[in-house]
Structure formats: C-alpha cells, structure tokens
C-alpha cells in the first residue's frame, strides 16, 4: 500500500516511473 500512496502523490502510473524517480532522487543505483 504505501508504494501506491507514493505514486499516487507523485502522479507516477508505472513501475518504470517510480524507479526513474528514485534514481533521480538517488535513494537507488541505476
């Protein structure tokens, strides 16, 4: 659930979105 809840607040629809997003944010490797 709390995925869902991050990718709700931040508007990301895909998996492949919230991995870009947290690369960017580094919080994991590329």
């Excluded at 659930?1 to 580094?26: C, F, P, Q, T, W």
Aim: glycine residues 4%; positive net charge; charged residues 35%.
């Amino acid at each position: 659930r709390h995925r869902e809840n991050i990718m709700s607040k931040l508007n990301l629809h895909s998996r492949a979105d919230l991995v870009r997003y947290a690369i960017r944010k580094g919080i994991i490797e590329p």
